[in-house]
């Protein structure tokens, strides 16, 4: 699969309580226009597992390439990855990360157990973008895109 690249982003939730539950995740992708669903999963053993099974909402921001701080600290134990991290709260109550490429606010629409993961199908409520360079996950590293010539 390190052959594959992919765009690297961060999910998160509120989760129905005072505190954010998020994580860095490269398994995202689209799945439907008609209506507009994205997929992305997350492993039985991750400790944001539960804040996902009971939301209904959440927030999916697809980094910069300048942002490569980021995902590495939302893909570690940290005692509160949000201190610090510029956001605002959107339309699913979750933090969209400020300086991403994009954002996506879903709805939870369905989970599949597959293997030793969930996957997580969400209906995209609202969605924006800005210009820029994203992250991108290839080989085991971060990498960006450039265009060819």
Not at 69 to 77: E, G, N, V, Y
């Amino acid at each position: 699969m390190s052959e594959f690249a992919t765009g690297v982003t961060i999910i998160a939730t509120g989760g129905g309580t005072a505190s954010f539950a998020g994580f860095t995740a490269n398994s995202f992708n689209s799945v439907s226009l008609a209506p507009p669903l994205v997929v992305w999963s997350l492993g039985y053993d991750a400790g944001t597992l539960a804040a996902f099974e009971r939301c209904e909402r959440y927030a999916i921001s697809v980094l910069a390439q300048d942002q490569v701080a980021l995902a590495r600290r939302f893909s570690r134990p940290h005692a509160d990855r949000f201190a610090g991290v510029p956001y605002t709260l959107g339309w699913a109550g979750a933090p969209l990360i400020a300086g991403a490429v994009a954002w996506f606010e879903c709805r939870h629409h369905s989970r599949q157990v597959a293997g030793d993961h969930v996957l997580f199908v969400g209906e995209v409520v609202r969605c924006r973008r800005r210009h820029g360079p994203g992250l991108v996950f290839h080989h085991g590293r971060f990498r960006t895109t450039s265009p060819l010539p």
